[in-house]
Nanobody, 110 residues
Framework: VRLVESGGGLVQPGGSLRLSCAAS????????ATWYRQAPGKQRELVAT???????NYADSVRGRFTISRDNAKRTVYLQMNSLKPEDTAVYFC?????WGQGTQVTVSS
């Protein structure tokens, strides 16, 4: 399985971004997919998880602002990020079916 994240960039506080994680190769639709992030000098932390059935879980710091979703037919997982804050600045990684993507940089700054 190979994962490719996209959608990162520079956004002002209060703005929105949508990250995508596209899978190529064999991946089960029942596999749990998770978004993580790692800020400079900090440990990687879990942001949001979605099960094969669509059940979701979020870190307290993003609950109510971020939404994780998946399209099994397109083999893609999304992370919609609204009301972004400077503390959301990090490299965001997708983990799906045991594979990791290369990460996509999100920078929230005015």
């Amino acid at each position: 399985v190979r994962l490719v994240e996209s959608g990162g960039g520079l956004v002002q506080p209060g703005g929105s971004l949508r990250l995508s994680c596209a899978a190529s190769g064999s991946i089960l639709s029942i596999s749990v997919a998770t978004w993580y992030r790692q800020a400079p000098g900090k440990q990687r932390e879990l942001v949001a998880t979605i099960t094969g059935g669509g059940g979701t879980n979020y870190a307290d710091s993003v609950r109510g602002r971020f939404t994780i979703s998946r399209d099994n037919a397109k083999r893609t997982v999304y992370l919609q990020m609204n009301s972004l804050k400077p503390e959301d600045t990090a490299v965001y990684f997708c983990n799906w079916g045991g594979a990791w993507g290369q990460g996509t940089q999100v920078t929230v700054s005015s």
